[in-house]
């Protein structure tokens, strides 16, 4: 529910993931447990065909994203 308020306050035009079983995070590598309290926070670039190009440190999600955005 908060992941959706999230997205619709900000009209994100896709879902966020919710990942409390910390599945995700174990495949991508950004837990080592489940037992960690929280995944770090990582930016992957997937292409259309599902490679992972990059996996990025996530310091400044907004300038992040302005940075990424000027790449496509």
Do not use: M, W
């Amino acid at each position: 529910a908060e992941n959706r308020s999230f997205a619709e306050k900000f009209d994100f035009p896709f879902q966020l993931l919710c990942d409390t079983e910390k599945t995700a995070a174990l495949a991508y590598g950004a837990a080592r447990s489940a037992a960690d309290a929280y995944p770090q926070r990582l930016t992957f670039v997937i292409e259309p065909d599902g490679i992972v190009r990059e996996a990025i440190a996530t310091k400044d999600p907004a300038g992040q994203a302005a940075d990424l955005l000027s790449r496509l």
